[in-house]
């Protein structure tokens, strides 16, 4: 099956959560998977994989995490030309702009090359039951394209 690469940035926990989630429906579904926080990886590790994920949260008004800028910038250079892609994050709807993070990530992507495999998912906050049904039909649909 395809490998994948889970690459995310998180402060509380809730973040790295929902990146296991997904991780843990794809390796069901028998696919690899690799899962790495975005400080210990290059964008261009995802050269080497089928299936690219981030997964990252919001910071104040709108900002991506600092900790992730530097891979969000670099992700622009990388040709991820038959590449699957899918962005997932949490958030809290508190503030005006819920999970931007997830929305400036597949703008990103889409310089890469690469194509969409599944509508994002945003999290409010932590993962709850629906939460988790939607992050692992995520899942199923990006690992549909393998099928």
Not at 51 to 65: E, H
């Amino acid at each position: 099956m395809a490998l994948a690469k889970i690459v995310y940035a998180s402060m509380t926990g809730n973040t790295e959560e929902i990146a296991d989630i997904v991780a843990s429906k794809l390796e069901e579904l028998g696919h690899n998977v690799e899962v790495d926080e975005c400080t210990t990886v290059d964008a261009t590790d995802f050269e080497d994989v089928d299936i690219a994920i981030v997964a990252s949260y919001t910071y104040g008004d709108g900002d991506l995490p600092d900790e992730i800028v530097d891979f969000y910038e670099d992700l622009q250079d990388v040709d991820l030309s038959g590449k699957i892609f899918g962005v997932i994050g949490s958030g809290d709807t508190f503030y005006d702009y819920f999970c931007k993070s997830v929305d400036d990530f597949e703008e990103q992507f889409a310089l890469t090359g690469a194509q969409k495999g599944a509508d994002s998912v945003k999290v409010d906050l932590s993962a709850e039951d629906e939460d988790i049904e939607n992050l692992e039909a995520f899942a199923e649909k990006i690992s549909s394209h393998f099928n």
